[in-house]
């Protein structure tokens, strides 16, 4: 189970000293509940680390976390947004995972950090958020767009006092690399500067069941500007939750690129992969003509896709990709199409005008 959160709150206050305030003007709401915390690994009876081919083993975090060349300035990694799916372990209760980068936190009650995570309701409707945290305050929602596929970079830079011995000035910023947009904002906070991580977490307090996310993909990770040259026997984190699920991390390739894999009972094996591309967003267009007829004539509606499978008309009949259909109103009437395809579904529409004719409209 994660630490107790009176524990860290005090040891937050003593050790790390207050968090200065955040521009809320620009941030969306707190995800309640939705803490993502400091690591504790498992132990042993002995009271020895648990490890698994020398690898420590959490309840919570797995990836990769170093504190070799301390302290951390910046961090960042570029990772892909997975899609997820309730696995029922945890029947009627909503799973979550998040994907984020950190530094502080690998054995003290310190963490500034920042990523992505997706929510699997038991009866369906997943969502996807992004979001950043200072320990111990919770996490908070950042106001944009995001959605399965999507590569996002998240980063840290300490900006002024860089030093752990008094509060910093942090620059946190998110990359949507697939769907165009950036977000960035500065934080006073007081870290240890002790580590940097990049982690899969089963989030929550107490920890939540864990979605089944399948792989995530780090290509690349990068701690104080410079290739972290992880290795798993040294660096590695691997999760078993407390329902049962697991995460596991791959072995490194070239020191900065690894994932994460999801497992139910016993950890999966892994080996890194690559950033799959997304399905491309179908298009739809509608046109009338004429756009202006007398009442009773027709007018022929054409409409036409990209990267669709099925169109479907609302007020005329449509088939296929693209075609034509002849349509006669007595009255002006809105005609749409909506085509879909693997990447989502895009709607169109036209408007014919119907006159009344001569000596007949009252």
Same mark, same amino acid.
């Given at each position: 189970? %994660?630490?107790?959160?009176?524990?860290?709150?005090?040891? /937050?206050?003593?050790? /790390? #000293?207050?968090?200065?305030?955040?521009?809320?003007?620009?941030?969306?709401?707190?995800?309640?509940?939705?803490?993502?915390?400091?690591?504790?690994?498992?132990?042993? =009876?002995?009271?020895?680390?648990?490890?698994? =081919?020398?690898? +420590?083993?959490?309840?919570?975090?797995? &990836? $990769?976390?170093?504190?070799?060349?301390?302290?951390?300035?910046?961090?960042?990694?570029?990772?892909?947004?997975?899609?997820?799916?309730?696995?029922?372990?945890?029947?009627?209760?909503?799973?979550?995972?998040?994907?984020?980068?950190?530094?502080?936190?690998?054995?003290?009650? !310190?963490?500034?950090?920042?990523?992505?995570?997706? +929510? /699997?309701?038991?009866?369906? #409707?997943?969502?996807?958020?992004?979001?950043?945290?200072? $320990?111990?305050?919770?996490?908070?929602?950042?106001? *944009?767009?995001? %959605?399965?596929?999507?590569?996002?970079?998240?980063?840290?830079?300490?900006?002024?006092?860089?030093?752990?011995?008094?509060? *910093?000035?942090?620059?946190?910023?998110?990359?949507?690399?697939?769907?165009?947009?950036?977000?960035?904002?500065?934080?006073?906070? =007081?870290? @240890?500067?002790?580590?940097?991580?990049?982690?899969?977490?089963?989030?929550?307090?107490?920890?939540?069941?864990?979605?089944?996310? #399948?792989?995530?993909?780090?290509?690349?990770?990068?701690?104080?500007?410079?290739?972290?040259?992880?290795?798993?026997?040294?660096?590695?984190?691997?999760?078993?939750?407390?329902?049962?699920?697991?995460?596991?991390?791959?072995?490194?390739?070239?020191?900065?690129?690894?994932?994460?894999?999801?497992?139910? &009972?016993?950890? !999966?094996?892994?080996?890194?992969?690559?950033?799959?591309?997304?399905?491309?967003?179908?298009?739809?267009?509608?046109?009338?003509?004429?756009?202006?007829?007398?009442?009773? *004539?027709?007018?022929?509606?054409?409409?036409?896709? !990209?990267?669709?499978?099925?169109?479907?008309?609302?007020?005329?009949? /449509?088939?296929?990709?693209? #075609?034509?259909?002849?349509?006669?109103?007595?009255?002006?009437?809105?005609?749409?199409?909506?085509?879909?395809?693997?990447?989502?579904?895009? @709607?169109?529409?036209?408007?014919?005008?119907?006159?009344?004719?001569?000596?007949?409209?009252?």
């Amino acid at each position: 189970m %994660k630490p107790n959160i009176a524990h860290f709150l005090c040891a /937050a206050a003593l050790a /790390a #000293g207050a968090i200065g305030p955040a521009a809320a003007e620009t941030n969306g709401g707190p995800l309640e509940r939705l803490t993502n915390s400091p690591m504790q690994a498992d132990y042993n =009876h002995d009271g020895s680390i648990r490890r698994i =081919h020398n690898t +420590i083993m959490t309840g919570y975090w797995s &990836g $990769y976390a170093v504190n070799a060349s301390a302290p951390y300035t910046s961090a960042s990694g570029t990772f892909q947004v997975p899609s997820v799916n309730h696995d029922n372990v945890a029947a009627g209760s909503t799973e979550y995972v998040s994907q984020w980068v950190g530094i502080g936190g690998y054995g003290d009650a !310190t963490l500034i950090q920042l990523g992505a995570m997706e +929510i /699997a309701p038991s009866s369906g #409707g997943t969502s996807y958020v992004v979001w950043y945290e200072l $320990y111990p305050a919770g996490a908070i929602q950042v106001p *944009q767009t995001v %959605k399965p596929g999507d590569i996002i970079t998240a980063s840290l830079q300490c900006a002024a006092a860089c030093s752990p011995s008094s509060p *910093q000035t942090w620059l946190l910023g998110l990359t949507d690399h697939t769907a165009g947009w950036t977000w960035t904002q500065s934080f006073q906070y =007081h870290s @240890s500067m002790a580590s940097a991580e990049w982690i899969t977490e089963a989030p929550g307090w107490p920890t939540l069941p864990l979605a089944n996310y #399948g792989q995530v993909t780090f290509d690349p990770v990068d701690a104080n500007g410079l290739n972290p040259n992880l290795s798993l026997s040294a660096n590695g984190v691997l999760m078993q939750d407390p329902y049962g699920e697991t995460s596991n991390a791959s072995a490194p390739v070239n020191g900065d690129v690894f994932s994460t894999c999801w497992g139910s &009972g016993s950890l !999966t094996p892994c080996t890194a992969g690559q950033f799959t591309t997304p399905p491309v967003a179908p298009t739809a267009s509608l046109s009338a003509n004429p756009r202006l007829v007398t009442a009773g *004539q027709s007018s022929t509606l054409s409409w036409s896709s !990209t990267n669709a499978k099925s169109c479907a008309g609302s007020g005329f009949s /449509a088939s296929g990709t693209s #075609g034509s259909a002849i349509v006669r109103p007595t009255v002006t009437t809105s005609y749409s199409v909506t085509c879909t395809g693997s990447g989502g579904s895009a @709607s169109a529409l036209a408007t014919v005008t119907s006159a009344c004719r001569a000596q007949k409209c009252k």
